[in-house]
């Protein structure tokens, strides 16, 4: 059974940087598309960056530039490094996979495993 944990929440200073990671396991599929979703209070759900598994990625617009997404495949982990964090990225962040080629759009819709998330805030 296909399963995803985050880890590496936590509170930091705007311009400040985090690393977050997902430890994945259950995959049998060979092609998987795995990505990172947020999710503010009041706000709906919405992807963040896509990562294919011949290490393609796709990023949205507010991210680009500032935010990394990674996977090794030794460890079994999906990472995502976040740089000159900024107050509006706060929110609960998901990992989330799906078993085909990743989409331009980063659709939620599209994803059918979840992770329950990890809290990140960036203050002021």
């Known amino acids: 059974q296909v399963q995803l944990v985050e880890f590496g929440g936590g509170s930091v200073p705007a311009g400040g940087s985090l690393t977050l990671s997902c430890r994945y396991s259950?995959?049998?599929?060979?092609?998987?598309?795995m990505a990172w979703f947020r999710q503010a209070p009041g706000k709906e759900r919405e992807g963040v960056a896509s990562?294919?598994?011949?290490?393609?990625?796709t990023y949205a617009d507010p991210v680009k530039g500032r935010f990394t997404i990674s996977r090794d495949n030794s460890k079994n982990t999906l990472n995502l490094q976040m740089n000159s964090l900024k107050p509006e990225d706060t929110a609960m962040y998901y990992c989330?996979?799906?078993?085909?080629?990743?989409?331009?759009?980063?659709?939620?819709?599209?994803?059918?495993?979840w992770g329950q998330g990890t809290q990140v805030t960036v203050s002021s």
């Open positions: 989330a996979a799906r078993h085909h080629y990743c989409y331009s759009k980063i659709d939620r819709a599209n994803f059918a495993y």
């Open positions: 259950g995959f049998t599929y060979t092609r998987t598309c």
């Open positions: 990562f294919e598994t011949d290490g393609v990625s």
